[in-house]
């Protein structure tokens, strides 16, 4: 008998086609930079997402009754409600964008003839020497004279003090450790305020991440507008995130972080909202004097820096430029932590005097911006648990939490899920990609969830937690704990749909159309899952950084010299490409703008050998400038869709062949 709702189905399907055509279409004909072409896409977006919350809410939902089918159904609503409205104030952010790298070119150089003196704080407690000592170097090495590096210890370290002595930069120690990162950084700008001239601005870096040359000169050409308080620039990383390297895709896939530095905050910018991320900003001296110094009532001191200056009238803006590198959390716990953190601080920032409904200066659009990002960490990551939970109550309770039929749920539901990815993927240049997307969301839900609840009850009396850089990573680590929840959650979905498909009686197939809706639901979380599950077992990681591009160098040994490749480039070793050499054979490699660097074989290779480098400590710092400072943009930019199904097929592979 032929399915009842067969022309439905296909007239649904037809729109879906349709709206992945367009998709295919519209980036040869739109400018992702007109906001016209942009405000247009996202209206066509919310037009849709209005059509599906108003299909959800009159259709889909079950009766008003004291039944578990109601509660169920309509607590699902309300959350999958809260966050489409999370996703409607992000979709008017984005329908705008502002970049200011000709407004940084035409006013380089306005402070004229005499270079305003700039503090470079770097904010230091228990990161290690090969972490900090990239950071200082590139610090000393900017191309701007008038700068002081000062390195502000909390770890209260005597090697570093002895190093900074060594390094000619300023080192500072205080008393306590109260206030955390900004009472670290309000303790040396009350030193700085005390000398006879105080800086005209200052740089904020982390202890991992190292400036490009460029990163003064660049950031203070756009204060030449006298109301910008503060200038935030891009995080980039030259070392993959967890969940790019645990799934073997720091080579396709763009590090978490992108979509909000090279796309969000533009268009944050655009509306005037754009606000300190910490590390790679620099702030207006006389600004944050204004304001009394870094405000210390929220861990995420940066927003709360941003809101602060607003308050008081002065501008942020945002230099989509890469002007820093870093390191990314390296471990999938010191991840999420940062993540919960982050998540934490904007709960406290909610509840304070500078929170969205409280009495202060604020213009309508900050409050929008902080309550956008309220929305975001309050919806987006308990729905993602949400979708992976309500389909367990239909397999193993008989409760319907979606009431809906086939053709509708194509029509409604997928023409708005298609659509969206299409704009998300034009204005983003192809970096949302289903069920990884879900995956960054899902590894951290718990926690984050746990955070904003707990934030939003009790905003104070929280500890900061330093997210922890460096360390050693050289061995499989499964993060157990971390991934019991997902892996219960993959054996109820997987038991319930196995059930169900063998036993009539537990699918309950009188549920009509709303069984296959549950059925391609618990398919889809099937993958999410087993993804999350796979991410959760740390690979080892060798090197942080290489220069990919292959070059020429000269191996020098004690018979002859030999011209060769050099196919990946450390700090501490190389390997070359050209003939084998045996292990343990000493001589010289010449490196362009470094010189001859005394090295020795420690691995033969079947095309080459791997060298261990035995720099001087000014070869070392050219190395670590080379490395570490030069102006490009490490990292992954954009979706290589080739290459990740490629790197996805050979992380299965490895997985398959450990197991």
């Known amino acids: 008998m032929p399915y009842p709702h067969l022309s439905e189905v296909q007239s649904s399907f037809i729109l879906v086609m349709l709206l992945s055509g367009l998709g295919l279409v519209l980036p040869y004909v739109l400018n992702r930079e007109k906001t016209l072409h942009r405000a247009l896409l996202l209206m066509a977006a919310g037009l849709l997402a209005a059509r599906y919350a108003f299909w959800r809410i009159t259709e889909t939902v079950a009766p008003f009754g004291f039944t578990l089918d109601m509660l169920a159904s309509w607590s699902l609503l309300a959350l999958e409600m809260l966050a489409l409205v999370g996703s409607a104030s992000a979709f008017v952010i984005m329908s705008r964008v502002k970049f200011r790298s000709e407004e940084a070119t035409k006013y380089a150089g306005w402070w004229g003839s005499k270079n305003p003196r700039v503090a470079i704080l770097i904010a230091t407690y228990n990161e290690t020497l090969d972490v900090l000592e990239r950071t200082i170097i590139g610090a000393k090495s ?175 803006v945002y230099l989509d430029e890469p002007l820093t590198e870093g390191l990314a959390p390296e471990g999938l716990k010191e991840y999420v932590t940062q993540r919960a953190r982050w998540c934490l601080g904007l709960m406290q920032i909610a509840r304070s005097k500078l929170g969205p409904l409280s009495h202060n200066k604020l213009r309508l659009r900050d409050r929008w911006s902080v309550l956008d990002s309220i929305f975001y960490w309050m919806t987006t990551f308990p729905f993602r648990l949400a979708a992976i939970v309500y389909p367990l109550l239909y397999w193993f309770g008989n409760i319907t939490v979606v009431d809906a039929r086939l053709p509708d749920v194509i029509s409604y539901f997928g023409a708005y899920y298609i659509w969206i990815l299409v704009v998300l993927n034009i204005l983003s240049r192809g970096m949302v990609v289903p069920i990884l997307n879900d995956v960054s969301q899902l590894i951290g839900a718990i926690p984050i969830t746990r955070a904003a609840v707990v934030g939003l009850i009790k905003p104070k009396g929280h500890p900061f937690s330093v997210t922890a850089k460096g360390g050693d990573r050289t061995k499989i680590l499964v993060q157990w704990r971390m991934m019991a929840p997902f892996a219960v959650l993959l054996c109820l979905t997987l038991l319930g749909l196995v059930i169900g498909i063998f036993s009539d009686r537990f699918a309950f197939s009188d549920a009509g159309d709303g069984k296959w809706v549950v059925l391609f639901w618990t398919i889809y979380n099937l993958f999410v899952l087993s993804v999350t599950i796979i991410a959760c077992i740390e690979l080892p990681r060798q090197e942080r950084h290489i220069a990919d591009e292959p070059e020429r160098a000269t191996f020098t040994t004690s018979d002859r010299s030999r011209d060769l490749w050099i196919t990946s480039l450390k700090s501490d070793s190389v390997r070359i490409r050209g003939i084998p050499y045996p292990e343990g054979m000493k001589g010289s490699l010449r490196i362009k703008d470094i010189g001859d660097v005394d090295a020795y074989v420690i691995a033969q290779l079947p095309d080459g050998a791997r060298l261990k480098l035995l720099p001087t400590d000014d070869q070392r710092e050219a190395l670590l400038l080379r490395l570490y400072a030069e102006d490009n943009m490490p990292g992954v930019a954009r979706v290589r869709t080739s290459a990740m199904l490629s790197d996805i097929a050979r992380r299965l592979s490895f997985n398959s062949k450990s197991s």
């Open 142 to 316: 900017l191309r701007y004279e008038n700068k002081e590096v000062v390195i502000l210890d909390d770890g209260r370290r005597d090697w570093l003090r002895d190093y900074c002595a060594k390094q000619g930069v300023r080192y500072v120690r205080r008393p306590d450790n109260k206030g955390s990162k900004a009472g670290n950084i309000n303790y040396t700008l009350g030193l700085l305020a005390s000398e006879f001239v105080p800086p005209d601005f200052i740089a904020v870096l982390d202890a991992d991440f190292v400036p490009h040359r460029g990163f003064i000169s660049r950031s203070m050409a756009l204060f030449h507008d006298p109301k910008v308080g503060l200038v935030q620039t891009p995080q980039h990383f030259f070392n993959a995130d967890p969940i790019q390297h645990n799934l073997g895709l720091s080579r396709s896939y763009p590090d978490e972080q992108r979509f909000f530095f090279d796309h969000m905050q533009p268009a944050r910018d655009g509306w005037g909202i754009a606000f300190c991320c910490g590390t790679s900003s620099m702030v207006r001296w006389s600004a944050v004097q204004d304001v009394g110094g870094f405000p210390t009532e929220s861990i995420t001191e940066d927003f709360m820096l941003t809101l602060t200056l607003q308050n008081s009238g002065w501008k942020t």
